[in-house]
């Protein structure tokens, strides 16, 4: 190989660069007489020496070498030979007399956004970019916004693709008409060099893609003639293809060991295989090449197809991939020119000898055959030119519609996905109505389209059906693909034609034909028998089949609306074809069934025996629907009233149409009521489905509308004798005492069901009229009952009744038309979703039996409406809603209520109801019958109203249900039974119903009495006894309710009683359990009014504090319940907690990896990493929670052997969740007691004399340190009462043992290192975690200015109240030198020492660190003062005193001039006096400092140290337990208060003058350190001080709140931000999930191997990889095509989280599925915002996994 490469001299081309002139090649070309050879002699010269030059250290100057040569040697001279000038002026020329066309033919990227208007789009597909959008009236409609796949381009300028304004602004007609014939407009020299030019590259490029490579099995080394290069080298690729089989896994796999690549090649090798297609794996010769492919072919070809692998010469490798630029090259240079597009239109168009001879089918017909990078950038030339072309686009589109039936079969054969295939351009030619039609005349399209369909089906059973049992991988594979073909069906139906022509009627019809063929194969399939005695062994197959109804569903609703707009013809047509095809399929329905004869109620009809519990029964009867689809269409366009010599209707049979929906019903009926269980689920989810929105229009829906249908034609006692029969309940109502029912039945439970669901049936087939066609309705009157019953279950979000609502064609369901009329609209909080409410003047129309409810929603509405009319003080009866007319074709359908048969099946379902349980009756059944009463009365009273003059209303219901029952039938009438159930005590419930019957009744009799002139009849019992009756009822029901008051009353007086008696009986218990619970009352109680003590006696620090060690702390175990006081001797208590890094504070997001051995003493004030601990506040016994923690370890051990993956905690790092509310943590804080209150020393040494103890102690303790014997002669004096052998052990053994396990947790979290108790830096690292915890709530509490104290929820308080006691007693558990070095270290940062080296400057410092620290080590160093003169507080008053003037300094060092403050007049305070005096001694020593007026400079000395006072007032209250002042409690603060809690006077500048001898010294010496000028010039820093942010930028104060990016108001901003996005590994590929870090910015290429990178010897994602640079471990990102907001904490686990973009419905849209225009919430944004300062991201992961397994199961690592 190495041999084959030195051969390539790389300075030839370079040579070749500095004497080639494109000119004179152009100039030779044209004096040559054969233009082809002369450019292919050009073409086999160059090419193989500028393009593929071996795959070996190729790096981007390759790459650009490569570019440069390809256009100086090649592509210059074919522009020079075009143009016949110089290319930039030629090209310039051309675009300037240009005149184009108004289409945009902007082609998309993948996922640029693109906008559909709902309003103005022809069809869904009709799409816009942003920029003509934005552009456009559109943006003020109704529009979806997605993102595309790529490949389509915007219809701007189409008018055939807009209802209204095709045009935005950029693209709108300038007036003047575009040339019929743009060639006209160019030279004809230019012509003529154009069609050559153009007819030679395009045959060179389609010559070299589309030759036949499956002929050379082992080599391809063949070049057209004419390019076979004059020197011929044996140097070959070995080219590896892409599929879509093979896993990335694999093919890294496979090429480490074929080509022996690291695994980063390999990633890179099937990266470029993926996007491009192809990639060359090895270059060399051929055996050495052949090599690599035979290892590859055996190792993927064990278990499924191999890899495709090709070993190719270098010089066909080389042309290719020119020609591939050839076509880029020719697709850019017809943008210049509409002349140019139609010369090269034409040439690929140009027919040759025999069918299929263009260019253009040659490529077309490859397709298959090409790799993907080939295939899309001829692809994106076709759409550049022919598509842009609209005459061409016809031709172009008919040569499509020819080969349509070879290239879906290709495209089955093909294992790329349709994206990259050329069956996708079918949505960019079918789509267009006009063509659509052409192509349906010209072409079949249709029938093509169906046929192709139909052959692709190829398993079918004994009676031509389909049949999907048992499909293996390659079939499901094929019938994937086959569904694209539907989705083309779509596209041709998707707009019906206005006009029709008789052409087009006949395709259509023809068309039709093989649709129908179609469904007949889907007639009856996947049938099923009722399984007995034993469950089946196997589920069947049923998805395909439903799949397959899904599919087609949107095509047989277009068909019918194509058959609804030609009524007259096509409609009669397609009826009469449907009417064949089905008495065809089902012509011997009734052949060889045993005849049956049924008699009922003084009726006959004559029927056959079927069961559907024992016979075979199918739920896919699309050919039946489809006649119940079009008979609808016969009524609403009134063709059966006008023309009904026209309509077989003679030949219907209505039992026989009838007969297979009905059978479909009564299978759904016996599933719920239970005698299908043996079936498994298969069946059950087949039902499911069957009543789901996604199918019942055209399932369900349709079945409803048949039996209407045939009702309509039948008599109605015959009707309802089959549907009996077919229930198989009539011999329950068919004997001689079907009204006294035997109770000893064993399966009257099923049967009862059988009987609720038959009426149930009969309900819907008698009331179901809002269906234009079954009632006089408009279509959105049946959109408006569907919202009203949705809304009437509960509130319901926009999406929810989007979801509820069958869409039509163009996606659109109606909702938009009619919801503001019915509903009225809730916008949502911070969290959920907006509801829309139904109004309640529409409750009335509330339909309980509404035939699209399941049981559930019937149950969730029926308690809704009932409460809601309870809450109004309406009865709670529940009547049907008066129902719209029929249509004059279904008129007939109301006699059903009055017929004897439904009068017989009433008498005797009340009858069973006058007798209390027993099983013979259910309420539901009653409940039904009541229903179809009230139907019948509300039909005849509609039919009196509104009867015209003297028309006899021939509907008399009321008069026959006064009839009494028949012999031998003793009882009475219908109307008698109600009266009688009136008031039955166990119908209690029905109760308000019946009185609406009977109201309705007597309202009936009195309209017939005032309307009737002759005959009259009466009820049984008349007006009078009906309104006593209700008289009576009235005050029956007002007696009731008096005496459930009473009782009521009487109970609430005996519960009082017995409470006054426990508390007297148990009244020292009381005392005592009020007395512990004053006694352990939370420190968050601070502003209690009687306090005694006053807000100015109220001090945290110093020797005047005041503590609370007099404060009992008890607190109970939550696992084993018992209760114990928080002492240093006792058992040790614990609170679980949670320790995590955290950059939250800093506004530097490039930390750089830290150093192993990084000093944690100082903290940088930029507070770049810290360590966060949050707790969720419950206690338990050390020893509890060691046994909780070691039973964790054992079930995760167990878990790990049984099921791999991840748990929501890793227990190898300490995590375990609260045993209590399952909150994630990972170590423990030990309970510690309160300090002592200090003794009232009456003169504590002042702050010079305690700086000399100090430092003569630290002193002496070095010295100590040095010497093993501890005292020496020259040793430094110890000051008087210090012991430096004293060590204390204030804590019990498990106290100090929990003291040490907390410390190691910090620290092994903190540092990320093993945990080691000699390790000097586990003090600090515990110090910095009390530190940083308060900093970020103090910066929390101000930016949402709350108060300081006593809004902080207990979790937290007790968080940092145990935090702040463990760090000032950590130092117990750790070696004492360590801490006094420690403390020595910080105190030389103050007071210089000589004995410290590379001190930091106060610059590099944060103040309240180094007081934390300080405090905190300093208790260990006064434990060695034995003398008791003086308390520790002392020395933390003056190391806060201190620490506050050097923040001071710090602060005006850091003044910025950036702001504009007008100077205040006036001789100015003492604050601003003292400042400037104290400013002006630094300016004197720095005098890079500016000049700031004294008011400007106590304005900013008072912002900038403000963060620190209340991080301090915090952590001594905290430390000290002192109660705050209640200014501090109730509201932000006041500085006074807070000064004073403090210790500090209100001008914090006394301090310095009070001390200033003392104080000036140190001050100069913070101010001479060398690291400070550098810092205040922005420069270099100091050698010995490492800058921790970069450039040396120097941290101003008050430091400004982080918070998460901003983003745009709009979404689609950020998607076309997105969709430009390229990945940076992948050589400008677009990123296929690009993800945005909401913490920093940055844009980032997720769940891609391209960029995923090593982080601790482990491969993870680009998100995981960039969470660790930019948040210690923990991201926010939004993921930008998904609209998902995604959650990462460490490598192992993430969730996702609703993102901060609402469309108007206040809905988000994760996934972009819906479409609706997207726009920030700002409240939301906050809310997630304060999660991340809150550090609250691993606790709502750990909840979220916790309640989703499978987000466990997802490879978070790799996003």
């Not at 000898?353 to 001829?378: C, I, P, Q």
């Not at 692709?456 to 004994?462: E, F, G, I, V, Y």
């Not at 509130?795 to 009744?801: N, R, T, V, Y």
């Not at 017989?904 to 009463?933: C, F």
Request: proline share 6%; net charge negative; hydrophobic share 35%.
């Amino acid at each position: 190989m190495a041999a084959a490469e030195s051969e390539q001299d790389p300075s030839s081309p370079s040579g070749e660069f500095l004497s080639f002139s494109a000119r004179d090649t152009a100039q030779r070309w044209l004096a040559a007489s054969d233009l082809k050879q002369e450019v292919y002699r050009h073409l086999a010269l160059y090419v193989p020496r500028i393009l593929c030059q071996g795959t070996g250290g190729r790096d981007s100057r390759e790459e650009q070498r490569e570019e440069l040569g390809c256009q100086l040697l090649l592509l210059a001279p074919l522009e020079w030979f075009l143009l016949g000038a110089e290319p930039g002026a030629g090209l310039a020329h051309l675009q300037q007399n240009n005149r184009p066309s108004a289409l945009c033919g902007h082609v998309f990227k993948v996922g640029e956004p693109t906008y559909s208007c709902r309003e103005c789009a022809a069809d869904p597909t009709c799409v816009l970019c942003m920029t003509c959008f934005l552009g456009s009236v559109h943006k003020e409609h109704r529009y979806r916004m997605t993102t595309s796949g790529g490949g389509g381009f915007c219809d701007c300028g189409d008018t055939e693709a807009w209802k209204s304004s095709p045009f935005c602004q950029t693209h709108l007609p300038d007036g003047g008409e575009a040339p019929e014939d743009p060639v006209s407009q160019l030279s004809p020299d230019l012509v003529a060099r154009g069609y050559s030019l153009f007819s030679i590259l395009l045959k060179y490029a389609v010559d070299l893609l589309t030759g036949d490579q499956q002929d050379q099995q082992d080599r391809q080394d063949r070049l057209p003639e004419g390019l076979e290069p004059p020197e011929r080298a044996d140097t070959y690729f070995c080219m590896l293809f892409n599929d879509e089989v093979h896993t990335y896994e694999q093919v890294i796999y496979t090429l480490q060991k074929a080509v022996s690549c690291s695994q980063r090649e390999a990633v890179s090798f099937a990266t470029t295989v993926d996007r491009d297609g192809r990639k060359s794996v090895r270059y060399g010769d051929f055996q050495f090449c052949d090599q690599a492919k035979s290892v590859i072919v055996r190792n993927t070809g064990r278990q499924s197809k191999p890899l495709r692998v090709q070993v190719m010469h270098s010089s066909v490798v080389a042309h290719q991939s020119f020609a591939l630029k050839a076509l880029s090259w020719l697709g850019g240079i017809i943008q210049y020119s509409d002349g140019l597009r139609r010369i090269l239109c034409q040439v690929g168009l140009q027919k040759g000898e025999g069918e299929n001879s263009t260019l253009v089918d040659h490529l077309m017909l490859n397709d298959s055959k090409m790799w993907k990078g080939a295939r899309n950038v001829y692809h994106q030339l076709l759409m550049n030119s022919l598509l842009m072309d609209l005459k061409f686009k016809k031709i172009f589109a008919i040569q499509f519609a020819k080969n349509y039936r070879r290239l879906q079969t290709d495209f089955m054969e093909d294992d790329h996905e349709r994206l990259v295939s050329v069956t996708s351009l079918s949505v960019q030619l079918f789509t267009v109505p006009t063509m659509a039609r052409m192509l349906m005349v010209d072409q079949d399209l249709m029938g093509t389209i169906i046929r192709t369909f139909v052959d692709q089906l190829r398993h079918r059973d004994l009676q031509g059906r389909f049949q999907f049992d048992r499909y293996t991988a390659q079939q499901a594979f094929r019938f994937q693909r086959v569904q694209n073909l539907i989705g083309d069906l779509k596209y041709v139906l998707m707009s019906p034609p206005d006009q029709w022509t008789d052409p087009l009627r006949i395709k259509f019809l023809e068309g039709l034909d093989a649709f129908l063929d179609l469904l007949r194969c889907m007639q009856g399939m996947d049938p099923v028998v009722r399984q007995v005695g034993q469950h089946i062994e196997m589920e069947p197959e049923w998805e395909a089949a439903f799949t397959l109804q899904m599919k087609l569903s949107p095509v047989i609703s277009m068909i019918q609306d194509w058959c609804r707009s030609d009524p007259e013809v096509v409609l009669v047509q397609a009826y009469r074809k449907v009417l064949s095809m089905l008495s065809q399929s089902s012509g011997g329905l009734p052949d060889g069934e045993q005849p049956l004869s049924l008699v009922l109620a003084g009726h006959q009809v004559e029927t056959f025996r079927y069961q559907v519990s024992q016979e075979r029964v199918s739920i896919h009867l699309p050919l039946c629907r489809l006649l119940a689809g079009l008979h609808v269409l016969l009524s609403r366009t009134e063709v059966a009233t006008r023309f009904p010599e026209q309509l077989p209707l003679g030949e219907l049979a209505p039992p026989l149409l009838m007969e297979l929906p009905l059978r479909c019903l009564v299978l759904c009926a016996q599933v719920h009521a239970g005698m299908w269980r043996r079936n498994g689920f298969s069946l059950i989810n087949q039902i499911y489905y069957y009543h789901n929105v996604k199918c019942r229009v055209e399932m369900f829906d349709k079945d409803i509308v048949m039996l209407q249908a045939g009702a309509s034609m039948m008599d109605p006692n015959h009707f309802l004798m089959i549907v009996l029969s077919r229930f198989e309940l009539f011999h329950v109502f068919s004997s001689a005492d079907a009204r006294k029912r035997y109770r000893d039945n064993k399966d009257l439970v099923q049967q009862n069901t059988l009987i609720e669901e038959m009426l149930h049936l009969i309900i819907m087939v008698i009331g179901e009229r809002y269906v234009a066609g079954i009632g006089q309705v408009q279509p959105l009157d049946e959109v408006r009952r569907e919202i009203i019953h949705q809304l009437s279950i509960r509130p319901m979000a926009h999406s929810e009744l989007l979801k509820a609502l069958p869409e039509n064609g163009n996606k659109e369901t109606g909702l938009e038309r009619v919801i503001d009329s019915v509903a009225s609209f809730k916008k949502p909080g911070v969290t959920g979703r907006g509801l829309y409410e139904l109004r309640p003047e529409w409750n009335k129309h509330f339909n309980l039996y509404f035939h699209h409810y399941s049981r559930a929603d019937q149950s969730k509405a029926e308690e809704a409406q009932r409460k809601s009319r309870r809450q109004n003080g309406e009865d709670t009866a529940l009547p049907p809603p008066p129902p719209p007319p029929l249509c004059h074709l279904l008129g007939s359908l109301v006699n059903l209520l009055q017929c004897d048969v439904l009068l017989a099946l009433e008498g005797a379902v009340l009858q069973w109801s006058v007798e209390p349980g027993g099983g013979s009756w259910t309420e539901s059944m009653l409940q039904r019958v009541l229903h179809l009463v009230a139907m019948a009365l509300l039909e005849e009273q509609q039919q009196l109203e509104n009867r015209c003059g003297e028309e006899d209303v021939t509907f008399s219901y009321t008069c026959k249900i006064t009839r009494p029952g028949e012999a031998p039938s003793s009882s009475g009438s219908i109307l008698a039974l109600l009266e009688s159930l009136q008031n039955a005590p166990h119908l209690e419930v029905h109760k308000d119903m019946i009185t609406w019957i009977l109201k309705t009744v007597g309202t009936i009799k009195t309209i017939r009495e005032r309307t009737s002139t002759s005959s009259t009849f009466t009820v049984s019992q008349g007006a009078g006894p009906e309104e006593t009756g209700r008289d009576r009822d009235k005050a029956e029901r007002k007696r009731k309710a008096e005496m459930a008051r009473l009782r009521r009353e009487k109970i609430m007086a005996q519960m009082s009683e017995m409470q006054k008696h426990f508390i007297n009986e148990n009244k020292d218990l009381f005392q005592q359990s009020l007395e512990e619970m004053e006694a352990s009352t939370s420190a968050a109680e601070y502003s209690s009014p009687s306090s005694a003590l006053t807000c100015a006696s109220k001090v945290c620090v110093g020797p005047r504090r005041v503590g609370g060690a007099d404060l009992r702390q008890l607190v109970t175990c939550i696992l084993c319940q018992e209760e114990q006081e928080v002492r240093g001797a006792g058992k040790a208590m614990v609170l679980a907690a949670f320790v995590q890094r955290s950059t939250v504070l800093s506004r530097n997001h490039t930390c750089t990896p830290e150093p192993a051995g990084r000093d944690p003493v100082f903290m940088h004030p930029d507070l770049p990493v810290g360590v966060h601990t949050a707790s969720c506040g419950h206690i338990m016994h050390a020893t509890c929670w060691q046994r909780y923690f070691e039973a964790v370890q054992v079930k995760e051990q167990r878990r790990q052997q049984r099921l791999r993956g991840n748990t929501s905690y890793d227990v190898e790092n300490g995590e375990f969740l609260c045993p209590l509310c399952e909150c994630l943590s990972n170590t423990v804080i030990p309970l510690l007691p309160h300090l002592a209150t200090p003794g009232h020393s009456p003169d504590p040494p002042s702050l010079e004399a305690w700086l000399q103890t100090t430092s003569q102690l630290i002193a002496a303790l070095h010295t100590c340190r040095k010497t093993p014997e501890g005292e020496l002669e020259g040793a430094e004096p110890v000051p008087e009462g210090f012991r430096l052998d004293f060590s204390p052990q204030p804590f019990s053994s498990s106290i100090s043992e929990m003291i040490t396990t907390f410390s190691l947790a910090v620290f092994k979290v903190g540092l990320k290192v093993e945990p080691d108790e000699q390790d000097g830096r586990v003090p600090v690292v515990g110090w910095s975690t009390c530190a940083f915890s308060i900093q970020s709530i103090e910066r929390l509490l101000l930016d949402e200015d709350k108060p300081l104290f006593g809004s902080l929820p207990c979790r937290q308080d007790d968080c940092l109240s145990s935090l702040v006691r463990f760090g000032s007693a950590c130092w117990t558990s750790v070696p004492q030198n360590t801490v006094y070095t420690h403390f020595s270290r910080l105190l030389a940062v103050l007071v210089p020492d000589r004995r410290v080296e590379n001190s930091p400057c106060i610059l590099n410092l944060d103040m309240f660190h180094l007081l934390v620290y300080s405090v905190l080590s300093y208790s260990s160093l006064h434990s060695l003062d034995q003398s008791g003169r003086s308390s520790v507080d002392v020395g933390h008053l003056h190391l806060l005193h201190l620490v506050t003037v050097a923040h001071l300094v710090q602060v005006l060092l850091t003044c910025s001039t950036g702001e504009v403050c007008m100077d205040q007049d006036g001789g100015g305070s003492e604050e601003e006096q003292l400042t400037l005096q104290l400013y002006c001694f630094l300016r004197k020593h720095l005098s890079s400092l500016p000049d700031v007026s004294p008011w400007q400079l106590w304005s900013r000395v008072k912002a900038g140290i403000l963060p620190f006072l209340r991080a301090a007032a915090l952590f001594f209250h905290y430390l000290n337990s002192a109660a705050p002042p209640a200014d501090l409690v109730a509201g932000p603060g006041q500085w006074e208060s807070l000064c004073s809690f403090l210790s500090l006077p209100p001008n914090l500048l006394l301090l310095y003058q009070t001390h200033q001898d003392l104080l000036d010294p140190l001050v100069l010496s913070w101010i001479q350190h060398p690291g400070v000028p550098p810092l205040l010039r922005g420069g270099i820093q100091h050698p010995g001080v490492a800058p921790l942010l970069p450039g040396g930028r120097v941290t101003r104060f008050p430091r400004e709140s982080n918070r998460l990016i901003e983003l745009p108001e709009d979404y689609s901003v950020l998607i076309n931000q997105a969709s430009s996005f390229t990945c940076p590994r992948s050589g400008g590929d677009k990123s296929r999930a690009p993800t945005l870090c909401l913490v920093c910015g940055a844009m980032l290429c997720s769940q891609s191997y391209c960029c995923q990178t090593e982080v601790d010897g482990e491969d993870v994602g680009a998100c995981t990889a960039h969470t660790f640079t930019c948040g210690a471990g923990v991201g926010l990102f939004l993921r930008v095509r998904e609209s998902q907001v995604l959650f990462v904490a460490g490598k192992t686990k993430g969730c996702f989280y609703p993102p901060p973009y609402l469309d108007d419905y206040g809905e988000t849209d994760q996934g972009l599925k819906r479409g609706n225009p997207l726009h920030l919430c700002p409240d939301r944004y906050r809310k997630m915002e304060r999660l991340w300062r809150q550090h609250g991201i691993p606790e709502v992961i750990g909840h979220a996994q916790e309640a989703n397994q499978t987000l466990v199961a997802i490879d978070w690592q790799h996003l």
